[in-house]
């Protein structure tokens, strides 16, 4: 498990665990009993990728961001103070099968042969560059190289065995090549298919109250949000549940966020 280089100054804002591409941070609201938890206990409890799940994507949606919302009011804010953006990507097609067919294409594209040993090598140790992807895991143990200081290491060196010993678990349950594991460590939610149906399911999720926009990520550069923009913003705007004009100046204004803090108190008459 990483650690955070200045653990005073994290506000367990959990930005870095959202964006993990491989679902090894787990962002503790606060102080843990005992010290800090067991990698493998956590993957067993299902919290590594956990908040990615929970991120305000499928069924749970809705309770994610009500308990969210609960829990700024007893702190002290107010529920209007939140605005909620999961991460996502959109491949848009003419029909369902093409979409399907794009959004493959996509992944394989990414998620190359190179790529998907880089993932693995990063916690063996060493080059993998002759064992085939669409089989197991390597047999063998991570290679641990001797950490000091003076490299700058703050993780503990049974980190690769720990991470190593889950992946292994995880892939004799599930029955995953290598590849197939990666794609699982890196899965992304996704809205597939023709504008006016990921329109459609846009607009439930922004109804419910359950998200209040998306942080896109593109598929490619450069043109990775051109279809979105094309295609889809219209169709969001016949629906009702996206802008066609900007109401002011700045980010938050547009967000419809007060005022900060600060400024809210520098407003008050002495």
Known sequence: ???????ADC???CLCEAYCPVDALFVAAGTTPGGRPAEADLVADGLLGGYRAALGWGRGALEFATDLRRRLVRAGRLEDDLRIFPATRIILGDSEGEARDKARWFRDKTWSDRRVRSVVEAIWGHDLSDHPVDEPLPAHDPVVATQTITHGVVNTSDRPLRTAAAWRELAAQ???TMRELV???NDTVEFVGTPSAVADE???YVRAGAIDGLNLQANSVPGGFDEV???LVPALQDRGVYRTEY????LRENLGLRPAVARRHRAVPA
């Open 1 to 7: 498990m990483p650690r955070i280089a200045r653990q």
């Open 11 to 13: 506000q367990t804002c």
């Open 174 to 176: 599930r029955g995953f």
């Open 229 to 231: 923009v094309d295609r």
């Open 202 to 204: 846009l607009a439930r």
């Open 247 to 250: 109401e002011g100046t700045t």
């Open 183 to 185: 794609l699982h460590l």
